[in-house]
């Protein structure tokens, strides 16, 4: 059973930055897909970015509205998975998710590829 909690969430300005961690246990392994996911208020949950961490590993997967703002990482331990968000829009503002699955998604940006979830940490950018 893999356990994703989330943190660094909060309230910015246009303009400002944060950093979403989310720490990672439960693996038995490192292959994985780890991705970030967020929910704006009245919408589907929607992917943000993802990326395989196991050997070998080095494909990330951005979506467009994110593209050159947002950095998907993680630690040298492979327990934190982070999200770099730069240059935040109003439209940015929603609940974020990690999420993991021990496989390669379908597609790696849809929620229903993916097993295992954190509860969320909420981002308001004003």
């Known amino acids: 059973q893999v356990q994703l909690v989330e943190s660094g969430g909060g309230s910015v300005q246009a303009g400002g930055s944060l950093r979403l961690s989310c720490a990672i246990s439960?693996?038995?392994?490192?292959?994985?897909?780890l991705a970030w996911f967020r929910q704006p208020p009245g919408k589907e949950r929607e992917g943000v970015a993802a990326?395989?961490?196991?050997?070998?590993?080095?494909?990330?997967y951005y979506d467009d509205s994110v593209k050159g703002r947002f950095t998907i990482s993680q630690d040298n331990s492979k327990n934190t998975l982070f999200l770099q968000m730069n240059v935040l829009r109003p439209e940015d503002t929603a609940m974020y998710y990690c999420?993991?699955?021990?496989?390669?998604?379908?597609?790696?940006?849809?929620?229903?590829?993916?097993?295992?979830w954190g509860q969320g940490t909420q981002v308001t950018v004003s």
């Open positions: 439960g693996r038995s392994n490192e292959n994985y897909f």
């Open positions: 990326m395989y961490t196991g050997f070998g590993g080095g494909n990330i």
């Open positions: 999420a993991a699955v021990p496989l390669c998604p379908v597609s790696t940006l849809s929620p229903a590829g993916y097993t295992w």
